[in-house]
């Protein structure tokens, strides 16, 4: 399977380099040497995207983004703490603190 195959492989199943790999079991790096022809895939491989292939893009195991960010601005509860964040700046910093520690879903792929 050539470079360009993997890469068409992958806007067919409307995945990732990552989401591919995982499906494959293999890291993030592997599937990216192989598009850029610096590895190629073994049989067994060629056989397991021919499979995703054949089975669409509902075979590529998707993360979960968890809840959608837009329904949630429908929660009273999420602007009433918006109503405390804005009125209170210790309060504003005390969840900073705690924040850092979350990832920030605009930056998850």
């Not at 056989?47 to 195991?61: C, H, T, V």
Request: charged content about 35%; hydrophobic content about 35%.
């Amino acid at each position: 399977m050539s470079p360009d195959e993997i890469k068409e492989l992958r806007k067919s199943l409307s995945c990732t380099a990552k989401e591919l790999a995982a499906a494959l079991g293999l890291e993030q790096k592997t599937v990216m040497a192989w598009e850029q022809g610096e590895l190629f895939p073994t049989k067994q491989f060629v056989d397991r995207m021919n499979a995703l292939r054949d089975k669409g893009p509902s075979a590529i195991p998707r993360k979960s983004k968890g809840t959608n960010p837009i329904k949630s601005l429908a929660d009273p509860q999420l602007w009433e703490l918006f109503r405390k964040l804005a009125a209170h700046k210790k309060l504003r910093d005390d969840v900073a603190k705690l924040a850092a520690s979350y990832s920030d879903p605009s930056e998850e792929d």
